[in-house]
């Protein structure tokens, strides 16, 4: 596809949300160049009050710590980052506000300045959204004028931050469900605001979820969309005499079940009889049947009922089962039930029994098999808990603790000047891991003979790259005891152009969503198990050349202050 930048230009916010463009702005209407921190506009004002606006810089965005006490994190958030810059435009009611809020010592020239910029100088490099990604290894590189470069830090860290921490936080969940599971992502209603639920129902797609309840989300990106209903559903009935109309046709249309209700009480009565459930249930609720009954009637091929309104398996589970079998001798196939609160493991087996010993007792081909979903405030610990018991749930409905990324705030992302005018610059701190790493770089991923990574080096940008069979050393960029030689049997640049600027570069096609989300799933299967584990993970190896391993440090030591003793 041939990308061409946006053509500078007055626009009013109504002409931008409208304006056609080569590649479609933001997901997010909220994602304008006003989306960022006042002090980008006020270094942009110093940076032109000195006349470096133009110098050329080179910024790194990167993380320094995984999350959730693991030893990976999964990068999202690009497309939206190339979607803001190939937008990129200062209207005249943003000039206008900018004017109000900064001080009026700024000089109008500024503001033509702001009025006429875009990204057609700028080039981004980075890794392909859906990768496995480790610290201090730079996510993206931002090439361009210092000034608007500058005004790109904080909505690319945004974009950025959330999207990669609840994109790892639902890879995570997937590694310890397993991948026979089906999982659910339901946080919508206690997402933080709309933003975070749209923007958690696409990363925890791409994270590996099956599905979401989010249908404003399934519209704008696809996602499969899973629901039922809900307790109120099922307390709003009291009683069959509720349900008027009784009747329901088959599934091939080649007959109609005048009174599904006596088909259903018909079918309750003969539960009761077999010796292996005889004590198990009386007197179901019927005012819980009614609202299976009218489910079912409604949506015969999509039954699905929450049976934990009042007594999981004195009430609700033998209920879904005579709703079941009345729909099974119409040829539907009911999906299962949903269990929303108590011990989910001995439930779920339990529940599993009363589903084999029908299939056993009533000759029901598969019903033993029957779908069983559970909910409730579910997150990583409770899975591997479920997992350590023994359970026999098939899909899992997860909210809070996953949409909320729970666990941990931020991903913690910092955006870093490395190299401006060609110069490399280094930021320096007593806390070493808040080091920066200077210079234009080069990152590759070395793999060993079982086809693991082994580990990502960072080069200067005109070193010759790690070679297949080759030995190089490898150096931790500030510890100089820890070194290690490696002969990769296979090199991948992680680096890749997205966009070019006004340059004649190639750029790479932005993936679909789900093809983003393969990836995150093939870079997960391929990583070495015991940097997967949950408990005390390996640490995956981020290292640097020799060559630049000494410029590091000889830059640190040509920036760092000379102290001096009295």
Not at 191 to 210: E, H, K, L, N, T
Not at 402 to 429: D, W
Request: proline share 6%; hydrophobic share 35%.
């Amino acid at each position: 596809m041939d990308v061409k930048p946006k053509v500078n230009g007055d626009v009013n916010d109504e002409e931008r949300n409208h304006r056609p463009a080569t590649i479609a702005g933001p997901t997010n209407p909220m994602v304008t160049p006003l989306l960022t921190d006042l002090y980008q506009f006020t270094m942009a004002y110093a940076y032109w009050k000195a006349g470096k606006h133009n110098e050329r810089a080179v910024f790194d965005l990167y993380f320094r710590k995984n999350p959730f006490g693991g030893e990976y994190t999964v990068f999202a958030g690009l497309e939206e980052c190339i979607r803001f810059i190939a937008n990129f435009n200062i209207s005249k009611d943003e000039i206008t506000f900018l004017r109000e809020t900064l001080p009026p010592t700024c000089e109008d020239g500024f503001f033509d300045y702001l009025q006429g910029i875009d990204c057609s100088d700028v080039e981004v490099y980075a890794i392909p959204e859906g990768s496995a990604v480790f610290p201090k290894v730079p996510l993206m590189r931002v090439e361009g004028p210092v000034a608007v470069v500058q005004l790109l830090e904080t909505p690319f860290v945004n974009l950025i931050n959330y999207a990669s921490l609840v994109t790892t936080n639902a890879a995570r969940h997937r590694f310890v469900a397993g991948k026979s599971k089906l999982l659910l992502e339901f946080g919508l209603r206690r997402a933080q605001g709309p933003d975070g639920g749209i923007g958690a129902s696409r990363y925890c797609y791409m994270g590996g979820f099956d599905a979401t309840s989010n249908c404003a989300a399934g519209k704008i990106f696809g996602i499969p969309l899973r629901g039922t209903h809900s307790h109120a559903f099922v307390s709003s009935f009291m009683g069959p005499d509720e349900i008027i109309e009784k009747s329901l046709k088959s599934y091939d249309g080649s007959r109609i079940c005048e009174d599904f209700v006596s088909a259903v009480q018909t079918w309750l009565s003969k539960l009761k009889r077999p010796s292996i459930l005889r004590g198990v249930f009386g007197e179901t609720n019927q005012s819980e049947l009614a609202a299976f009954v009218s489910y079912a009637l409604a949506f015969p091929d999509n039954f699905l009922a929450l049976v934990d309104t009042y007594d999981v398996m004195k009430s609700g589970v033998p209920n879904f089962c005579a709703v079941a079998l009345a729909l099974n001798d119409l040829g539907y196939k009911a999906r299962g039930i949903r269990l929303d609160s108590g011990d989910l493991a001995y439930l779920s087996c339990e529940t599993r029994k009363f589903f084999q010993t029908i299939e056993n007792e009533f000759g029901v081909p598969g019903f033993g098999k029957t779908g069983i979903t559970a909910s409730n405030d579910l997150n990583e610990e409770t899975l591997d808990a479920l997992n350590k018991q023994g359970h026999e749930v098939d899909a899992f409905g997860i909210g809070t603790y996953l949409v909320t990324c729970y666990a941990q705030a931020a991903l913690g992302c910092v955006f870093k000047l490395v190299e401006i005018n060609n110069q490399p610059r280094i930021k320096l701190s007593e806390d070493v891991s808040k080091v920066s790493i200077p210079c234009k770089k080069r990152s590759f991923r070395l793999y060993g003979k079982e086809g693991y990574p082994l580990l990502d080096i960072m080069s200067g940008e005109n070193e010759p790259p790690p070679k297949v069979g080759e030995r190089i050393l490898c150096r931790h960029p500030f510890n100089e005891s820890k070194r290690a030689f490696v002969v990769p049997q296979r090199v991948e640049e992680l680096m890749k152009c997205y966009w070019t600027g006004n340059t004649d570069k190639e750029r790479e096609e932005l993936p679909t969503l789900k093809e983003n989300r393969e990836r995150c799933a093939q870079q997960l299967d391929q990583m070495r198990p015991d940097h997967m584990r949950k408990l005390n993970p390996t640490p995956y190896k981020v290292s640097v050349t020799a060559k630049l391993y000494d410029f590091i440090h000889f830059l640190w030591l040509n920036e760092a202050p000379v102290g001096e003793l009295q």
